[in-house]
């Protein structure tokens, strides 16, 4: 029972004593974003992960995030609110399974979304996050061949816009999969001129309406920049909180799911991180993230491409 703790002060107090760094992602609680040292997209938080000098990592976010952390940083603490926060990417590409995808092409490098496994990113040669998948893919010689995975919009993305044929994994982002196109032009209908931006994990009919698409910080970076009031954003709904905070004259509107409003898109798996549990982590060093040092070892090889062709 914690109704007696200043939640808000014992997480100051706890950050200070453990020597701790609070990491969050731009799709965390505003509450949670403005209390962390470094809010960013997956690229930058790996980045501050791998460079933190701090004892511990309490990263808000998900767990592929956090065992990116740890991969990273593997003599340090990190800690992930509640455990439970995964991915429908992740789950969508069980090792073994993708193990024997691999094995079925042996002429194919595998491109892999960050949003993934340990295991999975063990089995993979270059890791990618939405906002260095472009620069990276452009590295690969065009003869070279390429399983991507585990998000087949983001591979058929990269697919269509740099005309490079891959071998898709089947996996989705059931955030991005439920925006409704028909509720999206109804929306424009009312915003005449209003610019889209998407993620690209939005399916192609989502893709196909926006003006601009990319990552999170790609999209925070348009909005800071787009002529207009009006901004439809087609991704997690909470990345608005640091367009309000930074734009207070303009207009943000997350774009709707299939009942015409933004709330459907909440990641169900961000949204498990509280304040209440981010204190506790920090009381209690717990839930931690632990990897067996073997996969790690592998899977930090195809992360460190990445660091390295992000340049
Ligand atoms: P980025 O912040 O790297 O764009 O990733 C978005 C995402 O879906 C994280 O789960
Ligand atoms: Fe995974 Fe989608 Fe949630 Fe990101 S928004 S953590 S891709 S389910």
Redesign the pocket.
């Known amino acids: 029972d914690l109704s007696g703790v200043d939640v808000r002060a014992e997480i100051e107090r706890l950050r200070k004593e453990r020597n701790a760094v609070i990491l969050a992602?731009?799709?965390q609680k505003p509450e949670i974003q403005d209390l962390a040292d470094y809010v960013g997209?997956?690229?930058e938080l790996s980045r501050k992960a791998a460079a933190t000098d701090a004892d511990v990592i309490a990263f808000c976010g998900?767990k592929f995030m956090a065992d990116t952390a740890k991969i990273l940083s593997p003599e340090k603490i990190v800690v992930l609110p509640d455990l439970e926060a995964g991915?429908s990417l992740e789950d969508s590409c069980p090792p073994e399974k993708f193990k024997a995808f691999r094995e079925a092409h042996p002429d194919h490098i595998a491109l892999t979304y960050i949003?993934c496994s340990t295991e999975v990113k063990a089995l993979s040669d270059i890791i990618v996050?939405?906002?260095s998948a472009e620069t990276i893919l452009q590295q690969i010689p065009k003869d070279q061949k390429i399983i991507f995975g585990p998000d087949r919009h983001l591979g058929g993305y990269l697919s269509r816009k740099f005309n490079r044929e891959m071998l898709l994994w089947p996996g989705v982002?059931i955030v991005h999969e439920a925006f409704s196109e028909t509720e999206l032009l109804k929306l424009k209908a009312q915003h005449p001129g209003a610019p889209i931006a998407a993620?690209p994990?939005c399916p192609p009919h989502i893709i196909d309406h926006s003006d601009y698409i990319g990552?999170?910080?790609g999209i925070l970076k348009f909005a800071q920049e787009f002529e207009g009031d009006t901004l439809i954003v087609a991704t997690e709904p909470h990345i608005i909180h640091q367009m309000e905070k930074a734009l207070p004259g303009k207009t943000f509107i997350g774009a709707p799911g299939a009942d015409g409003n933004c709330a459907c898109n909440i990641c169900p798996y961000m949204a498990l991180n509280t304040m209440e549990k981010l204190y506790l982590a920090l009381r209690d060093l717990q839930p931690r993230v632990e990897i067996e040092e073997s996969v790690r070892v592998a899977a930090k090889k195809s992360l460190d491409r990445m660091l390295e062709m992000a340049s």
């Open positions: 992602h731009y799709y997209d997956s690229l998900v991915c949003n996050t939405s906002s982002c993620h994990e990552s999170t910080s």
